[in-house]
């Protein structure tokens, strides 16, 4: 393999390096073990995330779709749950506040 080549599906940053697996860690350091938070801070502690709870009571209208939440931007681990055929809750939608350019 070519260096540089994503090399495992359990670890989806470690790359390979003159042929064997290497843990890139979110600072981009070979063999780092710092990780990203749940709304992706490198080596933070979760408490910079926002996160949003949205619960939709009653029946879907139409036949194309309903607007539930409307997601911001950076958004991420987002869970929806589905019971019996309606969307009944979305859970754990973090973000972090990123500059605009």
Known sequence: MIDGTPCSYDHPSDVCVQGKCV????????????????????????????????????EATGGGGNKLIVLP????????????GKVSRMTKVA????SQA
Request: overall charge positive; some cysteine.
């Open 95 to 98: 973000t972090r506040e990123t």
């Open 23 to 58: 843990r890139l860690g979110c600072d981009k350091i070979l063999g780092s073990p710092a990780v990203e938070d749940a709304c992706g801070i490198c080596g933070g502690d979760g408490t910079k995330c926002e996160y949003r709870h949205r619960v939709f009571k009653g």
């Open 73 to 84: 931007r950076g958004a991420r681990n987002i869970a929806v749950r589905v019971k019996q």
